[in-house]
Structures are given as structure tokens and as C-alpha cells.
């Protein structure tokens, strides 16, 4: 089973940077959603490939026209959050009200109950695990939020189940669908976004994705944009991180889903049988 999903978000929503400080500010910078979006649609094109869309309530504010077209292609949208903070920096206050604005801006231009919902950054801890209560109180049925294997923003080693799960809390059930890795002497690897799918040659993605029956990627529009703006206030470490691998990523991903099918998460989660899924007590 290989789940393709995609956080949309601007190329300056980074972390570890004074451009995510001040969100006043954001909407004086250069935007590229427009031109990024269409180079993603046009690959999806080619294989007539279906997908889930994790978005930004601020995107959908600021762009109601992507949200739109989002939909009117026959995708799904699953919740971002609203502008792209941290939630292991959030009282659970703070991240209920953040999650409820991008719901209600999400569903007035779609029409549609959100039901899914990714965390920026992965940001879903062990010390914040109240986050998956608010989830389910607001409805959403299907988190992605965890990342078991450590993560520059948190991680959840602890998880420990690199494949669908049902995360049971406080008297609370909710989905999971986490990210996947690949062990190496006892070393968890990610490699299906972002960053390290830039990171690492084809090749090997390829050779880790075989050995692999479930693979949960998370890409980004900015991934396949080598010509955005350089944001010089970033640390050398994570400068690197950041812009690595832009301009072979298009190329690699047309390679990727050549290789392998992919299908939305509306369809993972019909072909999944919950009732024999792991489930983890948190």
C-alpha cells in the first residue's frame, strides 16, 4: 500500500526562520502556490494519479482558488493546520482554535467535512499527545501526524508501528497512518519526502520502496521548485536540508510513481481492514 499526499504550503513556510515569526508578514513575500500547484497537477496528469492534499487554512484564505481546483480535480483535502505552527509549541487551547479556523475556511470553499489532518513538522509528540483528544473532537477521523523515528522537530520513537494503527488515548479512538521508514543497523531511514527523498539517489528510494509494503509519502510543492527564493537567515545545516536535491526531485518523482502505484487515502482507508490493525496505547 502506497498512500501519495502533499503539504500545501508557500516555499518560505519554513522552520528555524524569522519569516515564520511574524505571520503579518507573509503575505508581502513573493508567492509561488500558483506556479507550483500547476507543475504538481501536471504530473498527477500524467498517470492520472489520485491524491490527498494536507493544506493550510492560510492557503485556502489567502488562495481560495487552489482549494477550489483541488477539489474540482477530484482530490481530497485533508487540514494542515492554519498557519503552520508547531503543535508541541501550542497549548492545547491555542491548537484547538488553530485547527478549528482552518476547518471552517477549508470546509466553507469545499463544502466538505475535513476528516483528515496532518501536523506540521510532524509535530505531534510524546509530551503533546492531548493533540489527538482535539483531533477527535473536531472530527477528524484519520491523523498522519506521527513520525516514529526521531525527527529534527520531535519524532515519536516510542510508536514504535511504522504502518496503519489505531492510536487509543484518554477513552479516544483515531486512525493513524504514519510515516514509514527503512532499517538500517538499527537506524530508522526516511525517505518517501521531503527533504530526504531529495536527499537520497533514486536508486536506493527505489530499492528501500521494494522492500517496503507501506509507504506514506509527504511531499511539498516547494520540492520541485528549484528557482524559489534562497532564505540566507537559515542555518548552514538547515540551508542544506531545505533546498538539497531541487532540481533532480521533479525527475525522481515522474521516476516514483512510474514505479509504483499509488492511491489516496479515502481508498487506503477502504482497503484496510481496521479491525486486525495494531493498536497503540498511548
Request: glycine residues 6%.
Amino acid at each position: 500500500m502506497h498512500i501519495l499526499t502533499f503539504d500545501i504550503e508557500e516555499w518560505f513556510h519554513l522552520f528555524d526562520n524569522s519569516f515564520t515569526d511574524d505571520v503579518s508578514q507573509w503575505g508581502g513575500y513573493e508567492s509561488r502556490i500558483y506556479s507550483n500547484m500547476d507543475r504538481l497537477f501536471l504530473l498527477l496528469e500524467k498517470k492520472s494519479q489520485s491524491a490527498t492534499f494536507f493544506c493550510l487554512g492560510w492557503i485556502a484564505e489567502k488562495y481560495p482558488n487552489i482549494i477550489r481546483e483541488i477539489t474540482k480535480r477530484g482530490y481530497e483535502i485533508g487540514s494542515h493546520t492554519d498557519i503552520h505552527q508547531l503543535v508541541y509549541k501550542q497549548t492545547a487551547h491555542q491548537f484547538r482554535e488553530d485547527l478549528i479556523r482552518s476547518l471552517r475556511v477549508i470546509e466553507d470553499i469545499t463544502g466538505r467535512k475535513v476528516k483528515y489532518f496532518r501536523a506540521p513538522g510532524f509535530s505531534i509528540t510524546e509530551g503533546n499527545k492531548w493533540a489527538f483528544e482535539v483531533l477527535f473532537e473536531q472530527g477528524i477521523e484519520i491523523d498522519c501526524s506521527v513520525f516514529p523515528a526521531a525527527h529534527a522537530y520531535g519524532g515519536f520513537p516510542s510508536y514504535k508501528v511504522p504502518l496503519p494503527s489505531i492510536i487509543c488515548y484518554n477513552g479516544i479512538i483515531i486512525k493513524e497512518l504514519p510515516i514509514n521508514y527503512h532499517t538500517i543497523f538499527s537506524k530508522q531511514i526516511i525517505y518517501s519526502g521531503g527533504g530526504y527523498f531529495r536527499l537520497f539517489p533514486y536508486p536506493l528510494i527505489k530499492y528501500w520502496s521494494n522492500k517496503s509494503d507501506y509507504i506514506m509519502t509527504y511531499f511539498h510543492p516547494r520540492d520541485f521548485d528549484p528557482d524559489q527564493p534562497v532564505i540566507k537567515e537559515l542555518s548552514l545545516s538547515r540551508r542544506f536540508k531545505s533546498y538539497v536535491g531541487l532540481k533532480s526531485a521533479e525527475k525522481k518523482f515522474e521516476n516514483f510513481l512510474h514505479d509504483f502505484d499509488f492511491i489516496d487515502i479515502a481508498k487506503a482507508d477502504s482497503l484496510i481492514d481496521w479491525s486486525k490493525a495494531p493498536k497503540v496505547q498511548l
